[in-house]
């Protein structure tokens, strides 16, 4: 090889110290950011189930709120408070009329009677 002007030692030592910076490269650095990179996929895919999560629980508080406030509604249309009761149409006519019987009071103004304002 010396008639093409390439010194074989100086080859070998070359290469073989390229080799070496590649394992000090490998154990210092390419190991060390590999793991960083796989505790950040892990915190990623942590926060995501949480939000998953977040989202399920708010999508469930969701629901048991419209589910309250069909029922209030239902309390309010069946009351016999004449500020809450609902107007009814009666058979035969074209006009809404409200319930007949006497109204036996609300539970608001009944709170309010009672403390006297």
Same mark, same amino acid.
């Given at each position: 090889?010396?008639?093409?002007?390439?010194?074989?030692?100086?080859?070998?030592?070359?290469?073989?110290?390229?080799?070496?910076?590649?394992?000090?490269?490998?154990?210092?650095?390419?190991? *060390? @950011?590999? &793991?960083?990179?796989?505790? %950040? /996929?892990? #915190?990623?895919?942590?926060?995501?189930?949480?939000?998953? =999560?977040?989202?399920?629980?708010?999508?469930?508080?969701?629901?048991?709120?419209?589910?309250?406030?069909?029922?209030?509604?239902?309390?309010?249309?069946?009351?016999?408070?004449?500020?809450?009761?609902? *107007? @009814?149409? &009666?058979?035969?006519?074209? %006009? /809404?009329? #409200?319930?007949?019987?006497?109204?036996?009071?609300?539970? =608001?103004?009944?709170?309010?009677?009672?403390?006297?304002?």
């Amino acid at each position: 090889m010396s008639g093409f002007g390439i010194n074989v030692w100086f080859l070998a030592t070359q290469i073989v110290n390229f080799l070496i910076l590649l394992l000090i490269l490998y154990f210092f650095a390419y190991k *060390p @950011v590999m &793991k960083m990179l796989d505790e %950040r /996929s892990r #915190k990623i895919r942590e926060s995501m189930d949480e939000v998953q =999560k977040v989202k399920d629980q708010a999508a469930q508080t969701e629901e048991e709120f419209k589910k309250k406030d069909r029922r209030r509604q239902q309390r309010r249309a069946g009351s016999d408070c004449p500020r809450h009761a609902q *107007p @009814v149409k &009666k058979p035969g006519s074209g %006009r /809404s009329w #409200k319930r007949n019987r006497k109204p036996r009071g609300c539970r =608001k103004s009944a709170r309010r009677n009672s403390t006297g304002t």
